[in-house]
C-alpha cells in the first residue's frame, strides 16, 4: 500500500527556516500531483503549495516569497522549504498525493493519499 511519510518538522523562533520532506512508496511518484496543507487549531486544512509531476507549482498568497515547493523524483520525494517562519505558520503540515493525475491540484478534495502529518510551531 502506497503511504505518505512526512518528516522535518518541529520548533523555530520566528523568522527562522525550516524543510520539509514528504517520501512516499509509490513506484509511479513522478506522475503524483503533490501538496503541502496545514491545519492549525480550530481551522480549516488549506493548501499552502501545490507542485505538478513537471514541476509547476501554486503558492497561496501569504507564503508567496516565503515557502517554496519541490521535488525529486528519483528521491520520490517532495520539499517545503519555509524561510521567514511567522508565529502564524504554527500548524499540523500535511503532504498529499493525487495518484490520478499530473496536473496542480488545488482543491483537497482532489487528493487521494495523505501523510499522518507533522507539526510546525514558530514561537515569537
Known amino acids: 500500500q502506497v503511504q505518505l511519510v512526512e518528516s522535518g518538522g518541529g520548533l523555530v523562533q520566528a523568522g527562522g527556516s525550516l524543510r520539509l520532506s514528504c517520501t512516499t512508496s509509490?513506484?509511479?511518484?513522478?506522475?503524483?500531483?503533490m501538496g503541502w496543507f496545514r491545519q492549525a487549531p480550530g481551522l480549516e486544512r488549506e493548501l499552502v503549495a501545490a507542485i505538478s509531476g513537471v514541476g509547476g507549482t501554486w503558492y497561496i498568497d501569504f507564503v508567496k516569497g516565503r515557502f517554496t515547493i519541490s521535488r525529486d523524483n528519483a528521491k520520490h520525494t517532495v520539499y517545503l522549504r519555509m524561510n521567514s517562519l511567522k508565529p502564524e505558520d504554527t500548524a499540523v503540515y500535511y503532504c498529499?498525493?493525487?495518484?490520478?493525475?499530473?496536473?496542480?491540484?488545488?482543491?483537497?478534495?482532489?487528493?487521494?493519499?495523505w501523510g499522518q502529518g507533522t507539526q510546525v510551531t514558530v514561537s515569537s
Open positions: 498529499a498525493a493525487d495518484q490520478r493525475s499530473t496536473v496542480l491540484r488545488l482543491r483537497r478534495d482532489e487528493y487521494d493519499l
Open positions: 509509490g513506484r509511479t511518484f513522478s506522475n503524483y500531483a
